[in-house]
């Protein structure tokens, strides 16, 4: 028994469509996948910090001359920041 064009045409369009739902199930499960690397790397990035920030605090007790200088420099951030903070308020 021979299957009819309609019969064709929806037996097609069924193939189709359970390719597209095939794409789509992987592209979400892509979407997935970058998101729990770039929170990851969000992760990395932020314990890398806190080391770096360890590193520089055991330097600083160490190295006077580092202090000294790290502390020059978080006044200059801080001056700068309560000008500007006197700006905005103008």
Same mark, same amino acid.
């Given at each position: ?11 097609? %369009? $069924? ?13 979400? $499960? &892509? ?5 729990? &690397? ?11 910090? $806190?080391?770096?920030? %360890? ?22 951030? &801080?001056?700068? %920041?309560?000008?500007?903070? &006197?700006?905005?308020?103008?």
């Amino acid at each position: 028994m021979a299957a009819t064009p309609r019969e064709k045409i929806l037996a097609r %369009r $069924k193939r189709l469509e359970a390719k597209q739902n095939k794409i789509k199930t992987f592209q979400e $499960k &892509l979407r997935q996948e970058e998101k729990r &690397l770039a929170a990851m790397i969000h992760g990395q990035e932020e314990m890398k910090h $806190k080391i770096i920030g %360890r590193i520089m605090a055991k330097r600083m007790e160490d190295d006077q001359d580092l202090k000294a200088w790290f502390g020059q420099e978080i006044e200059g951030q &801080l001056t700068n %920041r309560q000008e500007r903070d &006197l700006f905005s308020l103008e």
